[in-house]
């Protein structure tokens, strides 16, 4: 089970855009992420007639590396370390991710 998945907000912990928040696009592989708004880089595209693009400066949205970004937490307004807990439900065993500081579950409305 991952830590990060798709649609959590996060909060980027080093590099150029340290401190910025998005929200994960989807994952790419299993040590990167697509993050909304970050690391977005302008990438020169030729023109290609034949497929109908135009050349130009295109903006383009690069993955991050997992270990650099953080699950963000509404209550305490920072990003935080997250840990998988198994839970009994109804007699099956589930697991959750809880914040490390709070114990707080992960994506539940407060």
């Known amino acids: 089970m991952n830590k990060i998945r798709k649609g959590d907000e996060v909060i980027v912990l080093a590099g150029r855009d340290k401190k ?3 929200t ?19 990438k020169h595209a030729r023109p290609n007639p034949s497929l109908g693009t135009a050349g ?6 690069l993955p991050i590396h997992i270990s650099n970004v953080a699950v963000f937490n509404s209550a305490s307004g920072k990003g935080e370390r997250v840990s998988i807990k198994v839970e009994q439900v109804e007699g099956k065993r589930k697991a959750v991710r809880v914040f490390r ?6 994506g539940a409305k407060a």
């Open 56 to 61: 130009g400066i295109v903006e383009k949205t």
């Open 24 to 42: 994960v696009l989807e994952m790419v592989g299993e040590d990167r992420v697509l993050v909304e708004g970050v690391n977005v880089v302008k």
């Open 101 to 106: 500081s709070s114990g707080a579950v992960v």
């Open 20 to 22: 910025r928040r998005g």
